[in-house]
């Protein structure tokens, strides 16, 4: 699904870093509280994904 990327101005960064910083919130929470959907969990490029049929933590 191609789209465009947001852009966010400096000072928009700087506010989340400090929320994330001084305030010692979550990424995820910091995201909700500036209106922003909450990030999906990353994986690496070509490893299993987390929630797949027949894998467990213990083969990751």
């Known amino acids: 699904m191609a789209g465009t ?4 101005t ?4 700087l506010q989340a870093v ?7 919130l979550s990424v995820a929470e910091v995201a909700r509280r500036l209106g922003h959907r909450e990030p999906a969990p990353r994986r690496e490029e070509g490893g299993p994904q ?3 049929r027949g894998v467990t933590a213990a083969h990751i």
């Open 5 to 8: 990327r947001k852009v966010y």
């Open 10 to 13: 400096p000072e928009f960064k």
């Open 18 to 24: 400090q929320m994330i910083t001084e305030q010692k």
């Open 50 to 52: 987390e929630g797949c």
